[in-house]
């Protein structure tokens, strides 16, 4: 994983989020750029990226987990009024999944 350094004018690798066991299909930073939420065909993966570790995420179905349904697209959605993150994604089968945070993860 390539973290940008403190000079915009160069690129260097930061650190390295371990977790995914295949290919990731798609990434989605919060909006607040503290966390980072990752998809392939071993499923959803969560970061925190300041302290670049894999978060608690909740069960997922061997459905989901499935290679024949990877996770295509993950997004953050953040209302105004919202105290809480919410992840959407979607698969390759067509089910479309949300998970909201409860208290420190998701």
Partial sequence: M?????DCK????????????????CLAVSRNGNMLAS??????RIWDLKG???????????AI??????VTCACWITCQEATRKT???GTGLGF???WQQQGQGL
Avoid: W
């Fill in 39 to 44: 998809g392939g065909s071993d499923g959803m």
């Fill in 52 to 62: 670049r570790v894999q978060l608690p995420t909740p069960r997922q179905t061997p």
């Fill in 65 to 70: 987990q499935n290679p024949a349904d990877p």
């Fill in 10 to 25: 160069e690129y260097r690798l930061e650190g390295r989020l371990v977790g995914h066991k295949n290919a990731i299909n």
């Fill in 87 to 89: 992840l959407c994604y």
């Fill in 96 to 98: 479309i999944c949300i």
């Fill in 2 to 6: 390539l973290f940008l350094s403190n």
